[in-house]
């Protein structure tokens, strides 16, 4: 069962680093490349959509990532997992104070109300985003780590 929980665990993560990734060097290339209303309008809509399911993704990351250390406590591997749920804890935590409030503002914008800094604040969500996605990575090479 414990093999289960850490594959399980592994996949999950690592498909959210996938995700996170595809964000930072595909999507927002994509949309920053389409003109000022069409790029600001992708933006707001694909944060809504992964504004709604990324939180629980992070959550479930993170609960997994416990659960795993908690029931493999004597195994070999479980101080790597222990870290990779504390780098799972920061990327909460950045995400939550960073983050997430940017996305809130952004999702709600339209051309005819966004602020007049709408792109720095979307290249600051960015520079933020790319720093969580090393801290996910990381958390997730040591989960893969730890199953060896």
């Given at each position: ?140 090479a040591l989960l893969v780590t730890?199953?060896?």
């Amino acid at each position: 069962m414990l093999n289960a929980l850490e594959v399980i665990t592994t996949v999950v993560v690592g498909v959210m680093v996938g995700v996170e990734f595809s964000v930072a060097f595909v999507m927002n290339r994509i949309l920053n490349a389409l003109p000022e209303d069409s790029a600001q309008l992708g933006h707001a809509h694909g944060g809504r959509m992964l504004g709604a399911v990324m939180p629980v993704w992070y959550i479930g990351s993170l609960v997994l990532a416990g659960v795993w250390a908690a029931a493999g406590w004597q195994n070999h591997g479980t101080g790597l997992v222990v870290t990779a749920g504390a780098l799972l804890i920061l990327s909460v935590v950045m995400s939550v104070l960073l983050l997430v409030p940017i996305n809130n503002r952004n999702k709600t914008w339209t051309p005819d109300n966004r602020p007049a800094d709408w792109k720095q604040q979307l290249n600051r969500w960015e520079r933020f985003h790319y720093v969580r996605l090393a801290v996910i990575l990381a958390a997730f090479a040591l989960l893969v780590t730890a199953l060896t």
